[in-house]
């Protein structure tokens, strides 16, 4: 998920190469609804996971992996190409994510076993990491002047795309036939439906450099004279990924052993909860200042992280979905305030490159810790990671919510 602050988009008319059919606002718009679908078709497989372990027998160290396995490679996305799309344009990279992900969707829909989820998930991590950098660029250039929209359309895309994700396939499994083959046609069939889409849009950034030097790859950056800056702003992401993935990874498991009957459904709820209400936050909280939003999300968070261990020791399905709607909106608001001073410091020409290294931090803050706590809660258990897993938040939450006071 991503917000921004913000870099006032490139002024004249020259940076637009192709005008293409659909005008700036429509662009903006579909780009927002482009967002949405990646987000939904990664949280997608997370109500699924429980009849991967049943038909295919891993552990849920394993399982970790396979969530790791997709941040890894966005993060290898990111790294490679995250400023792809500030080269070479928004339109060509958001193409090949688009075609990357289709065939993602392919391998999962038709899995065998567990060594093709991964090969799917890897896929899928690589088409949103190059996906992403290019939706963020494309939100900025397309926003009102002088707005924030892209901000906001931006983290409430994300938010709303995980919850639907999760929640929509968690209903599928639970009620359709053809449980981990339905939702995954469905999003094939959206995201052949989005080609059409990119291609009218227009394309604000012209291509700079020879060929040569726009295909190879380049590296996320950080603004100049600002790395001090941005590593203290950081600490916001390390606070909210670390929860989002951690969460995402073994939240739906916890939940179905809290609540008895549809299990698929309770298990995409958990997640729904969480990021619904980390969205909803952001859409009504939007015009908070990016420190303040920290300072009150923060809090929340902490707050959230202790319901959930408690609910862990009692078994309490209501206390823990309570704590994660409050979690969830912490999570939003620490995440809408960092993003936003983070990508604040981004010149116009970097946008999609400052962007990719704020990803790289937000899913190296997501995949590491879930694998943590997978080891830990197949040696130890379930109840024990969650503990676990609310401490170590609890410890990067308070950083980061005292990281908004430092005088620079």
Wanted: proline share 5%; aromatic share 10%; glycine share 12%.
């Amino acid at each position: 998920m991503t917000t921004t602050e913000l870099v006032q988009p490139r002024s004249g008319t020259r940076a637009l190469l192709h005008r293409g059919t659909l005008s700036r606002p429509a662009s903006f718009w579909f780009i927002g609804a482009l967002y949405t679908l990646f987000l939904m078709a990664s949280t997608a497989p997370s109500p699924m996971y429980s009849i991967y372990q049943q038909r295919w027998h891993f552990t849920t160290t394993v399982l970790t992996e396979v969530f790791a396995v997709y941040a890894v490679a966005i993060l290898l996305s990111l790294v490679l190409f995250g400023s792809l799309s500030d080269h070479l344009g928004r339109r060509p990279v958001l193409l090949a994510g688009l075609v990357l992900e289709i065939a993602s969707m392919l391998v999962l829909a038709v899995a065998p076993g567990v060594g093709w989820l991964l090969v799917g998930r890897a896929l899928q991590g690589l088409a949103t990491g190059l996906a992403t950098s290019a939706i963020s660029g494309a939100l900025l250039d397309f926003q009102r002047p002088g707005s924030n929209h892209g901000s906001l359309i931006n983290g409430v895309s994300a938010g709303l795309g995980m919850a639907l994700g999760s929640l929509l396939a968690g209903a599928l499994v639970q009620f359709v036939p053809g449980p981990t083959l339905t939702s995954y046609l469905l999003l094939i069939l959206g995201f052949v439906l989005a080609i059409p889409g990119v291609l009218l849009m227009p394309e604000p950034v012209a291509r700079r450099g020879a060929l040569r030097e726009v295909l190879r790859p380049q590296r996320p950056t950080v603004p100049a004279g600002k790395g001090w800056t941005f590593a203290l702003m950081a600490t916001t992401l390390l606070a909210s990924w670390i929860v989002g993935g951690m969460f995402m990874s073994l939240g739906p498991s916890v939940a179905k052993g809290l609540v008895s009957g549809n299990p698929y459904l309770v298990g995409g709820l958990a997640v729904a909860v969480l990021a619904g209400f980390g969205g909803l936050a952001q859409l009504l909280l939007s015009g908070w200042a990016a420190r303040r939003a920290v300072r009150f999300g923060a809090p929340l968070m902490l707050v959230g992280l202790a319901g959930m261990a408690a609910a862990a020791l009692e078994q309490g399905a209501a206390l823990f979905f309570v704590s994660s709607a409050v979690l969830g909106t912490g999570w939003g608001l620490v995440f809408m305030g960092g993003f936003r001073m983070l990508t604040g410091l981004a010149a116009p020409e970097h946008r999609a490159a400052t962007a990719a290294l704020i990803y790289v931090v937000a899913y190296l803050s997501a995949s590491v810790p879930s694998v943590a706590l997978g080891f830990l809660s197949t040696v130890f258990g379930l109840t024990t990671a969650t503990l676990a897993f609310t401490a170590t938040a609890a410890i990067f939450v308070t950083t980061a919510g005292l990281s908004t006071f430092a005088r620079h």
